[in-house]
């Protein structure tokens, strides 16, 4: 699905979010000197709002790397910095961040957007700029294959993302919900680029695998009462609901469904997989569902370095759902950067070779193989489904559906 300042403390400031008590220097421990030359890697994601627990794991999954890169003077002569945008998750707020971002002639990369409907504004500035920008969560898959499914084409040559597609994890789902002896569904989205792309992409898959939608509905993101979408659902009698889009409206859907009488799980992507639809949900969420991009991340050995890493550095909130991706994605610009800035006499000058570089980056990362197809997508296509028990998210499954 889909974030991110004269060293951190400006950013901080721009943003509106705490990060650790006093940030001086966090990005910059790793100085070489007062002669170092500064290039910036940028991050645009919900910074405040609703979606501000996922945008700040992004945020300061990025800062992690970068730290660690100016602690092992991973680029000598060089100090990277952080700048970081809100762009609250709102289209037209990310258009000019990108903006902001593009006119900073230190900015060589971003790691962003969290939303795909967000970054079909942001590509084409960063593009015209020659600014890569690598997403850690935007899961829709026109970004990289543009509009037609039967006739891919890449739109801008700029443009990564280190988590995989709606394709991908609509088709898991299905699956997922098929196993499970569940063959009724009723569908609802929120109208926005993800949810409708991800409620398509199940839709399609759960019906080739022998199950039968009997009901699909729409929400407005800005509603807060869904009894009147509940009693249209109801009568059809599904066996699940599953739903497109994100926590702050998924976690009080699911509330008011059971409340509603309509005593089925609720299913959906990695928009909802956060604790805080647990919350919103309450205690009648045990038993909802929902799938997101990549293996659990203290799965492996990579991810319980980067989480304990993460702990050490103290940051205000949790990595959450895309920390490790962000992590990814802020190392895969960095690993681009070791051959863009090594002859470079500034940064601007150092965009278009980045953007080669990343295309051609390969190395072990927190969430398994860091390397891009064609398309700018990400080789690595595992999903992993979660379930309610006990007011906790508990994995149920993962698989690898390159």
């Known amino acids: 699905m889909t974030m991110g300042a004269s060293l951190l403390v400006a950013s901080i400031a721009l943003a509106g979010c705490g990060s650790r008590g006093d940030n001086s220097g966090d990005t910059n421990s790793g100085d070489t000197g007062g002669n170092a030359k500064v290039a910036k890697i940028g991050v645009i994601a919900p910074l405040s709002g609703d979606l501000s627990a996922l945008g700040k794991g992004i945020q300061h999954s990025v800062e992690l790397a970068v730290k660690q890169a100016n602690d092992n003077k991973t680029i000598p002569g060089w100090t990277l910095e952080v700048e970081a945008v809100d762009d609250e998750g709102k289209a037209d707020v990310g258009k000019n961040g990108a903006t ?15 939303n795909s409907s967000v970054s079909q504004q942001t590509q084409p500035v960063f593009s015209a700029a020659n600014i890569v920008q690598i997403s850690p969560a935007n899961t829709g898959p026109s970004l990289t294959r543009g509009a037609d499914p039967s006739a891919p084409a890449r739109p801008y040559k700029t443009y990564f993302r280190t988590c ?11 699956q997922f919900l098929i196993d499970q002896g569940i063959k009724t569904v009723a569908t609802i989205h929120d109208k926005k680029t993800y949810g409708q792309g991800l409620v398509k992409y199940f839709t399609d898959a759960y019906k080739a695998a022998g199950g039968k939608v009997v009901a699909a509905e729409t929400i407005n993101p800005d509603e807060s009462n869904y009894a009147p979408v509940v009693s249209k659902v109801a009568p059809s009698k599904p066996g699940a609901v599953y739903y497109g889009g994100e926590y702050p409206q998924g976690g009080p859907l699911s509330k008011q469904m059971k409340a509603g009488g309509l005593n089925v799980p609720l299913m959906g992507g990695d928009g909802i997989f956060d604790p805080k639809f647990i919350e919103l949900a309450g ?18 050995e990579a ?3 980067f989480l304990a890493d993460y702990e050490t550095a103290k940051y205000s909130e949790p990595s959450a759902a895309y920390g490790g991706y962000s992590y990814d994605a802020a190392n895969a610009i960095i690993e681009a950067l070791k051959v863009s800035l090594k002859d470079a006499k500034d940064a601007k000058s150092a965009r278009q070779p980045t953007v080669d570089a990343v295309g051609k980056v390969s190395f072990d990362g927190v969430t398994g193989k860091v390397s891009f197809d064609e398309y700018g997508d990400t080789l690595v296509k595992v999903i992993t489904g979660y379930k309610v028990e006990g007011g906790k998210w508990v994995s149920v499954k993962s698989a690898n559906v390159s």
């Open 303 to 305: 991810g319980k370095k």
């Open 283 to 300: 205690s009648t969420s045990n038993g909802d569902l929902a799938t997101s991009v990549g293996e659990p991340t203290e799965n492996s």
């Open 164 to 174: 995989t597609t709606d394709i991908a994890q609509g088709g898991f789902a299905a």
């Open 100 to 114: 902001k971002l593009a006119g900073d002639d230190k900015v060589v990369g971003v790691v962003g957007n969290l």
